[in-house]
């Protein structure tokens, strides 16, 4: 039977759809399986729109036509039908999924004063127990507080149990005064402040309320936020000085003059971006001023509409924004917000939820992004200018996984970032031309490499190249770890660490391995990406290293030293070298637990391994694989990460005194955010170490 969690409000407008999306997400850090169920909705003719956005999250598979339960209608006609009907259906997908997020009516129905009675009723005729989710918005904290005794009152009079509270839309200079009243429930509590961009409509969502229609600019920005409205009937000074950051701007269609100049404000990089341009009384775009602006290269959406300059401000000042699947934007920020806000472990526990012995690609990424979030750290990505730097980037801001510094021209980059149509006002930008910089840099690579007969003139050159100049930073303290090779070669990337950052004390060679998320579990992979040939020390390195980076992550290191051999089943130079790998790793590290040589069924099959090694603690159930070279490794890799459809994480190199990575120049904007976060993860291991130290 799996566990549930029903969400609910004794009103409407609660956001208790941002509560169960971000519910969800803990939920996938825990378990293999979530499923989503909406005991009521307004009709079965069409898409639930909270269970739409629940649906998208990448956690859950499972069909539509599963998630609902009945109508307002039928809730009306029969409550004891209507209700014998919801529990029937709750029932058939308890045996389908590990954990059950149900997220209660929305308050739509206006027929019926009893609505906030009937989720109570339903939620405890599930046994599911309840997170109430109260607004906090025009609420002093005392009045949220008793709005809450109040409803857990009224849920436990209706045989429900309510095991956590949260207070959403909170003014966000009350919330700790809130956190504290709310605490004397002794329910775990969260409180989330009002945070205006997940109200705020998109530029598509004015232009559907104003009838506009777009003219110039990337039809991809009419899904971006609109975080305010100006009116431009000023003279043209006036206009500047009072535009604001995503503002849209309303403006009369017949003012020649103000659109070159929005236009020209909104890429100078001295004022703020703006959202949209709207032109009001269907004016068409003159010829001159449309045959100035298509000589720019410019994405800013530019909308006309038919109506009068007071007749649309009024009406897209009514426009709110909703969270959907589409808000790519929102939900990464709904998603840091809740994890800052919510004491999601304590929420868990209440809830019962059990961790899983499984772990899924899904709850193995979920787990990275939590634990670089927990502890912040600082990363450098060289490669500023590559499109999917700069959206991995926004997502990364946006979920609060680390600080970032982007190299490039500030003015190419932030440019490259519009056009783009992402977010990277959070990010630090620093040109690897940077005379100050390039100069202290210069004089510490020289330091460095006097054995070799470097010289500063020398080194000003190389330090300029972005790779060199990241890997500066970090050794530097100027940034925590580097990210970098979706453009550049791994030898460009990791060249520039092999001379400045150098390997760790007591380790003996940089590697590598890779994080390969299979359907159930996830297996540490080295090495693959760096060293051709091991001898049987570095080999004994190499498994060494694989363990400790397996135990940063949260995987219990059992390794398995790989070989065509299982025991002493065969012989030759080969296997002698594994096996002596392996006596040289018992020997360093007696507290690990090692099996070599072995042969990869035999370690990780445990019928195999019963009938090839019945005695061994490693064989059957190896998470550290070590490959005896890079052909074997690297192949391996790729075989089961095509044939397995396995996800692989990495190179992640490991040995180094501080944490550089190289990305696939195939790699995706997910394979970026996982490597960062990977990094930053790293970053806190390193400065644990040096703590202790």
């Excluded at 109570?120 to 025009?138: D, E, F, K, Q, Y």
């Excluded at 195999?608 to 005896?628: D, Y």
Aim: aromatic content about 4%; glycine content about 8%.
């Amino acid at each position: 039977m799996s566990r549930s969690v029903y969400i609910t409000s004794p009103e409407g407008l609660s956001g208790k759809s941002s509560v169960a999306y971000g519910l969800l997400d803990l939920l996938r850090g825990r378990v293999g399986r979530v499923g989503v169920f909406r005991p009521v909705t307004e009709t079965l003719e069409m898409v639930d729109p909270v269970v739409h956005l629940l649906l998208s999250h990448p956690a859950v598979d499972q069909p539509y036509n599963t998630t609902v339960g009945v109508s307002y209608h039928a809730l009306h006609a029969d409550f004891d039908a209507a209700l014998s009907k919801i529990v029937d259906r709750y029932g058939g997908l308890t045996t389908r999924y590990d954990a059950l997020v149900v997220v209660g009516s929305d308050y739509t129905d206006v027929t019926t004063g009893n609505e906030w009675y009937s989720n109570a009723t339903i939620a405890a005729n599930l046994g599911s127990p309840v997170v109430l989710v109260v607004h906090g918005r025009g609420r002093t904290p005392e009045l949220i507080a008793s709005t809450v005794d109040l409803a857990c009152s009224e849920l436990i009079s209706e045989h429900a149990q309510p095991v956590a509270v949260v207070a959403n839309r909170v003014n966000p200079d009350d919330v700790e005064t809130v956190r504290a009243l709310l605490t004397k429930t002794g329910l775990p509590v969260g409180v989330i402040p009002e945070i205006p961009l997940l109200s705020a409509p998109t530029v598509a969502d004015l232009q559907r309320a104003c009838g506009a229609r777009l003219v110039r600019g990337n039809p991809e920005w009419l899904q971006r936020e609109s975080m305010g409205l100006l009116v431009a009937a000023m003279s043209l000074p006036n206009v500047l000085t009072r535009l604001r950051e995503d503002y849209t701007v309303i403006a009369p269609g017949d003012r020649s003059d103000l659109l070159p100049a929005l236009i020209l404000a909104h890429q100078s990089g001295t004022f703020p971006h703006l959202s949209a341009i709207v032109l009001t009384g269907g004016y068409m775009l003159s010829e001159p001023v449309a045959e100035l602006i298509d000589g720019v290269q410019q994405d800013l959406p530019i909308l006309i509409t038919p109506g009068g300059t007071f007749e649309t401000a009024s009406t897209l000042a009514g426009v709110h924004g909703q969270l959907t699947a589409a808000s790519r934007v929102k939900l990464e920020t709904a998603l840091r917000v809740f994890a800052a806000s919510v004491d999601g472990d304590a929420i868990l526990d209440a809830i019962d939820v059990a961790e899983s012995d499984v772990v899924t690609p899904l709850m193995f990424q979920y787990r990275l992004i939590a634990r670089a979030r927990a502890d912040r750290r600082h990363v450098v990505l060289p490669e500023g200018d590559d499109e999917r730097i700069l959206r991995a980037a926004d997502s990364l801001l946006r979920l609060g996984v680390a600080d970032l510094t982007l190299l490039g021209e500030e003015s190419v980059v932030r440019a490259r970032a519009s056009a783009v149509g992402v977010d990277i006002t959070g990010a630090t930008i620093f040109s690897p031309k940077d005379p100050e910089l390039v100069d202290r840099f210069a004089k510490e690579y020289t330091r460095l490499r006097a054995h070799k007969g470097m010289t500063e003139e020398r080194a000003a050159e190389i330090v300029s190249d972005v790779s060199y100049f990241g890997t500066l930073m970090v050794h530097l303290g100027m940034a925590d770890g580097m990210v970098s090779g979706a453009v550049h070669t791994t030898a460009h990337t990791i060249r520039p660490s092999f001379e400045i950052i150098k390997a760790a004390p007591g380790t003996a060679i940089v590697s590598s391995v890779f994080l390969m998320c299979l359907s159930d579990e996830v297996l540490v992979y080295g090495d693959c990406a760096v060293n051709p040939d091991p001898t049987a020390e570095q080999l004994a390195d190499i498994a060494i290293s694989s363990a400790g980076t397996a135990a940063q992550f949260g995987i219990v290191p059992r390794v398995a030293m790989l070989s065509y051999s299982t025991g002493s089943s065969g012989a030759g130079a080969d296997v002698e070298k594994v096996a002596l790998a392996t006596d040289i790793v018992h020997a360093k590290r007696p507290d690990l637990l090692v099996e070599g040589p072995i042969q990869y069924d035999a370690a990780v099959d445990p019928e195999v391994a019963a009938t090839k090694l019945p005695h061994s603690k490693v064989a059957g159930r190896a998470t550290v694989l070590i490959f005896p070279d890079l052909n074997t490794g690297n192949n391996t890799y790729k075989a089961v990460q095509r044939s397995a459809n396995a996800v692989a994480i990495g190179p992640v190199l490991q040995g180094l005194n501080k944490p550089v990575n190289d990305l696939s120049r195939g790699a995706l904007v997910a394979d970026i955010v996982n490597t960062v976060a990977i990094t930053a993860i790293q970053a806190q291991g390193s400065s644990a170490v040096k703590g202790d130290q």
